[in-house]
């Protein structure tokens, strides 16, 4: 099967997602590579399917074990009758729990063919030099995985007539998936000492939770606590007292420091 074109299709506050698909791209080696990022709060489905053959690669962050419910709806827009599309699940080195299977369904739902799917680790959101859990991921080594996952992809594409011939691509989860209550009405607040009101935090919030009117405010009730205005304040102004995050952010440090390796199906 001959592929034109490779679009990426992503939500990624804090980037790790997008630098495994990235990798992906590159070793895929794809003349054309388009991206569709859905993480900020105005981001747009790509209005129609392209005429020429297209892989899709989708991405998204595990948020407890499932897909993040926001991430779900922007991509619910995106629809093909018959694309090849690629499925990757990017985690804080917990699990990826069903997040995989949810991908998988959900894409094919929208008429999308999964050809091949992977979930790697990236960097957890919660993390910091007080709970340093999967700290710089994915690193070089996780990068030349995903671009040999891509370069295997490629070959697979090659010796492919049609992405249906292929049988149905098996990925670890369980259905009904498992419930995930998300964070709700707690959310990073700012230092006004350290704060230089750049906001940078108000460019990166993927739900538009930050505004400056004087100072910094959010609003808790959009947060879903990413933790992109945290990674990316140059001040370190952007402080996460929530109690329950805290419990949250032990447990990991106590119980996932072991490094995980990414995995793939195909
Ligand atoms: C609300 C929330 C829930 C999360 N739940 C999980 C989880 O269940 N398992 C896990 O291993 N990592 C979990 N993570 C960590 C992210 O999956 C991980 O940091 C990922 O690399 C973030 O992707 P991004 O950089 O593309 O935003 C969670 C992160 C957040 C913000």
């Not at 495994?20 to 489905?45: F, H, R």
């Not at 049988?167 to 959310?187: C, D, M, Q, T, W």
Request: glycine residues 8%; hydrophobic residues 35%.
């Amino acid at each position: 099967m001959k592929i034109d074109s490779v679009k990426l299709v992503y939500f990624s506050p804090t980037q790790t997602t997008e630098k495994v698909l990235k990798a992906i791209a590159k070793g895929i080696g794809a003349g054309k590579v388009q991206d569709v990022n859905l993480t900020g709060p105005d981001s747009g489905p790509p209005a129609d399917e392209p005429g020429e053959p297209t892989l899709y690669i989708f991405g998204f962050p595990v948020y407890g074990g499932r897909l993040p419910a926001l991430a779900v709806k922007r991509f619910s827009k995106i629809k093909s009758s018959g694309m090849p599309a690629v499925i990757v699940v990017v985690y804080g080195n917990r699990a990826y729990d069903d997040s995989l299977l949810e991908l998988r369904d959900l894409v094919s739902e929208n008429g999308f063919i999964p050809i091949a799917g992977g979930a790697f680790i990236g960097e957890h959101s919660f993390a910091n030099e007080h709970a340093p859990i999967a700290i710089s991921r994915p690193d070089q080594k996780d990068l030349e995985k995903a671009q040999g996952f891509g370069t295997a992809i490629a070959n697979c594409l090659r010796n492919m007539n049609a992405p249906d011939e292929r049988k149905a691509l098996r990925v670890p989860g369980n259905f009904p998936y498992r419930e995930y209550r998300a964070p709700s009405g707690i959310s990073p607040y700012t230092d006004t000492d350290l704060c230089s009101q750049c906001e940078t935090c108000v460019d990166v919030c993927p739900t538009g939770a930050i505004h400056l009117d004087g100072e910094i405010m959010t609003n808790a009730e959009r947060c879903i606590v990413c933790c992109a205005c945290i990674k990316k304040c140059p001040g370190g102004a952007r402080i996460r007292e929530a109690p329950r995050i805290k419990k949250v952010v032990q447990w990991l440090s106590e119980n996932f420091q072991q490094r995980k390796e990414p995995e793939i199906f195909c």
